[in-house]
């Protein structure tokens, strides 16, 4: 792939319905940032950050008036930060022209972030038609405190939409302080076996006690699973067993071939104070697999801080493969250690083969603040297809403020990087807590 200079990124950005978004350039605010001219940097910065607020609002009511690109803008607004709110208090309102899933979307995410607004609504919405309207009421619900044997109610829904959003409010009470009432337990159960729905029986794993006898032999069984998502919420779950030593299964997936089921399963021991299992298969996976191996990703994206972990991490950005550098560099970075780590990334990024790796390289630069980086990635969201442009604008815009890039977010023609773009412009932060960088 050739990347294409800046000032093709800066002429594209720069289209005529984009022209109020450009504005000051971020170089000439930095500059007076770096000269010492403070009060000018700020005042320059919140003109443009408003003029990227004005577009993105602009953008969001655009897609918000389309009916075939709500689904998209729904799906963005899930990382909405409190400055959407008004434009999810107007798709609420009962004189909303929205159709009932959007209306009802927004009055769960104001649930989830209210802590239980619109719940007369929501309970109405229980008996709607449409599945998606009832999966949004019961989010919404869950958020405002729906009881345990409610959300058993809803996983009898024959809808999946529905029943994944009842899991994942039993998944978050089972999460809580006062953890799931024992009454429930047994029908829990019974609903994990029974779930016919991957995603709805790889939550409800999570409501299992791996301690309980019949709840273990249930987790055990569907680490036979034709679904990998299941499998994985299994092994995650039975990471919580106080004895696992005496559960043969957990030993051949600690001890057999390595696979990922076993790595979810070692992590989540870890987590839960079993240190010297985690760790004795994470050296298992670093001796018996080839470079760039999934599992040896995973593994270096999962060591604990450490004087350790700082060897193996550098073994990996010296020797190992694409994807082991970058995600060793991408942990040495994140403490604010280089270790030689921007100069090979600046390799891979440049090079843009293997592309998954290169691609990951530049995400991981721009997100440090690297000055190539930008343009590198810039390119990429001209040339690539949209699902990785939405991918881009969804993580790495919405965590680092780039005119440019989110420019071309903006003025994209497919709905859902568009609608990504806005909200990762949203998000852009008042220019006196940390200029340039997005929560």
């Known amino acids: 792939m050739s990347h294409r200079p800046p000032l093709f990124g800066i002429a594209i950005a720069c289209l005529p319905p984009l022209v109020a978004a450009c504005g000051i350039p971020l170089g000439e605010i930095r500059s007076a940032a770096e000269s010492g001219d403070v009060e000018r940097a700020v005042r320059l910065a919140r003109g443009e950050l408003e003029g990227f607020r004005a577009a993105a609002e602009g953008t969001v009511a655009r897609l918000a008036a389309e009916e075939a690109a709500r689904p998209a803008l729904r799906e963005a607004l899930e990382l909405a930060p409190a400055s959407a709110g008004a434009l999810l208090e107007a798709w609420a309102a009962e004189e909303s022209a929205v159709d009932p899933a959007s209306r009802t979307f927004a009055r769960a995410r104001l649930s989830e972030l209210e802590g239980g607004a619109w719940e007369a609504e929501l309970r109405a919405a229980l008996d709607a038609t449409g599945p998606l309207v009832r999966a ?18 809803a996983l009898a829904d024959p809808a999946p939409e529905v029943t994944r959003e009842a899991a994942a409010g039993l998944a978050a009470l089972a999460r809580g302080d006062e953890g799931l009432p024992a009454t429930v337990r047994p029908a829990l159960r019974e609903a994990f076996l029974a779930a016919a729905d991957g995603p709805t029986r790889a939550r409800l794993a999570g409501t299992l006690d791996p301690d309980d006898p019949d709840d273990l032999q249930a987790l055990v069984a569907a680490l036979g699973a034709g679904s990998a998502g299941v499998r994985l919420a299994a092994a995650a779950a039975l990471g919580g067993s106080s004895a696992p030593a005496a559960v043969p299964e957990l030993g051949e997936l600690l001890e057999g071939v390595l696979r990922p089921a076993g790595l ?20 298992r996976v670093l001796r018996d697999t080839p470079r760039d191996d999934p599992l040896r990703v995973g593994v270096l994206l999962g060591l604990e801080a450490g004087p350790a972990s700082d060897g193996l991490l550098r073994e990996a950005v010296a020797g190992g493969g694409p994807l082991e550098r970058v995600a060793a560099c991408e942990r040495l970075l ?10 090979r990334l600046r390799e891979l990024a440049a090079a843009a083969t293997p592309f998954d790796a290169a691609l990951a390289a530049t995400e991981v630069l721009f997100e440090d603040g690297d000055p190539p980086a930008a343009a590198w990635l810039r390119s990429y969201v001209v040339q690539a297809a949209p699902a990785l442009r939405r991918r881009v604008m969804a993580v790495a815009a919405a965590r680092r403020f780039d005119d440019g890039l989110i420019s071309l977010g903006l003025a994209d023609p497919d709905p859902s990087v568009a609608a990504a773009a806005a909200v990762a412009a949203l998000r852009v932060p008042d220019p006196l807590a940390r200029p340039g960088v997005a929560p």
């Open 136 to 153: 949004y009421a019961v989010r919404g619900l869950a958020a405002a405190g729906l009881s345990a044997g409610e959300l058993l109610e």
């Open 334 to 343: 994140g403490a604010e250690d280089d270790a030689g780590c921007r100069g």
């Open 264 to 283: 979810t399963l070692a992590q989540s021991l870890g987590r839960h104070g079993r240190t010297d299992l985690r760790d004795a298969y994470y050296e």
